[in-house]
Nanobody
Framework: QVQLQESGPGLVKPPQTLSLTCTVSGGSITTKTYAWIWIRQPPGKGLSWMGVMTYDGTTYYSPSLKSRTSISRDTSKNQFSLQLSSVTPEDTAVYYC????????????WGQGTQVTVSE
């Protein structure tokens, strides 16, 4: 059974950098069938795709966040991480990591989500 678990601080001050890690168990982040995604949901709004890292480490980002977003990985720990720089209160959201099936184009496993609040 694949499990994903987000971790990181729940409160970030502007204009600091938000850093989250997703720890994956039950499957390798280097398996060629999958990609690994960060998604967020601001309060009262829908899900918003932030970026993805494929099995070989290639990254793609949402155009609206590209200048502030970075996704990296530690294959020895089977983790991938999100960094979002220059945060503002508008970055307050529940942040999710998920696994995407490349052939099917859908997310089959999700983390439980972690609330991040950006505030002084």
């Amino acid at each position: 059974q694949v499990q994903l678990q987000e971790s990181g601080p729940g409160l970030v001050k502007p204009p600091q950098t938000l850093s989250l890690t997703c720890t994956v168990s039950g499957g390798s982040i280097t398996t060629k069938t999958y990609a690994w995604i960060w998604i967020r949901q601001p309060p009262g709004k829908g899900l918003s795709w932030m970026g993805v890292m494929t099995y070989d480490g290639t990254t793609y980002y949402s155009p609206s966040l590209k200048s502030r977003t970075s996704i990296s990985r530690d294959t020895s720990k089977n983790q991938f991480s999100l960094q979002l720089s220059s945060v503002t209160p508008e970055d307050t959201a529940v942040y999710y990591c998920a696994r995407k099936v490349l052939d099917g184009g859908f997310q089959d496993y999700w983390g439980q989500g972690t609330q991040v609040t950006v505030s002084e």
